[in-house]
C-alpha cells in the first residue's frame, strides 16, 4: 500500500532562516506531489505541484521553491523566512492528475 | 465569483440528526469531485468521491449537479466522531490541480 511521509511534524524557526521540508511517498511510481499550505482558520492553498521529475508548477508567487529530485521526493525551501509564511504545510500525492489526493501529516511551522 | 465556495457554518447539531452541506464551484469544466474531512490540526482526510449518479457510503451520500454546478454531502443519523471540518473539493481545468473550497465546521453534539 502506498504511505507518504512528512517531516517534521512540528517547527520554530526564526524570520530571516532557511526552510527546507521534506516529504517522501512509499509504494507508487510517479505519482503527482503537492505542497499546500493552511494558514490559521483558512482554507488550503496549493503552493506547488509536480507531474515529474524536475518539473514544478508555481501557483503562487512567494519567496518559497520546491524541488522533485527523485521520482518520490518533494521538497519545500526558502532561504529567508517570512512571518506570513507560519502554517501548515500539507505534502499530498495522486496517482494522476485529477484523482483523489492523500496527504502527509503536515508540518506547523511558526517564523518567529 | 471563487472557484469553490462553501458554507463555512458552523453547523452544530445534536446526535442523531441529519445535517447537509452544499458546495458550488465555477469551473465548468472540472471534472472530479470529492468530500474530504479534517480534524482539527490534523491532515485532509478523503471521505468519499462524488459521482454523477450520487453515491452513498453508509450514513453518507453525496450528490452533483453539474448544470447548477453544485455539489452535496448528507449526513444521516450524525455521531459525536462525525464532529471535524468537510472540505469540498473539485479537480478540472487545463491541469488538473485539485481546488480546495474553505470547509465547512460541523460539532455534532450529546
Known amino acids: 500500500s502506498q504511505t507518504i511521509h512528512q517531516w517534521p511534524a512540528t517547527l520554530v524557526q526564526p524570520v530571516g532562516s532557511p526552510l527546507s521540508l521534506e516529504c517522501t511517498v512509499e509504494?507508487?511510481?510517479?505519482?503527482?506531489l503537492y505542497w499546500y499550505r493552511q494558514a490559521a482558520g483558512r482554507g488550503l492553498q496549493l503552493l506547488f505541484y509536480s507531474v515529474g521529475i524536475g518539473q514544478i508548477s508555481s501557483e503562487v508567487p512567494q519567496n518559497l521553491s520546491a524541488s522533485r529530485p527523485q521520482d518520490r521526493q518533494f521538497i519545500l525551501s526558502s532561504k529567508k523566512l517570512l512571518l506570513s509564511d507560519s502554517g501548515f504545510y500539507l505534502c499530498a500525492w495522486s496517482a494522476r492528475q485529477g484523482a483523489e489526493a492523500f496527504f502527509g501529516q503536515g508540518t506547523r511551522l511558526t517564523v518567529v | 465569483r471563487k472557484e469553490v465556495e462553501q458554507d463555512p457554518g458552523p453547523f452544530n447539531v445534536p446526535e442523531g440528526a441529519t445535517v447537509a452541506f452544499n458546495c458550488t464551484y465555477s469551473?465548468?469544466?472540472?471534472?472530479?469531485f470529492f468530500w474530504y474531512r479534517q480534524d482539527c490540526r490534523k491532515e485532509p482526510k478523503l471521505l468519499m468521491s462524488?459521482?454523477?449518479s450520487g453515491n452513498e457510503d453508509g450514513r453518507f451520500t453525496a450528490q452533483l449537479n453539474r448544470a447548477s454546478q453544485y455539489i452535496s454531502l448528507l449526513i444521516r443519523d450524525s455521531k459525536l466522531s462525525d464532529s471535524a471540518t468537510y472540505l469540498c473539493v473539485v479537480s478540472g481545468g487545463s491541469n488538473y490541480k485539485l481546488t480546495f473550497g474553505k470547509g465547512t465546521l460541523l460539532t455534532v453534539n450529546p
Open positions: 462524488v459521482y454523477s
Open positions: 509504494g507508487t511510481s510517479n505519482p503527482n
Open positions: 469551473n465548468s469544466a472540472s471534472q472530479s
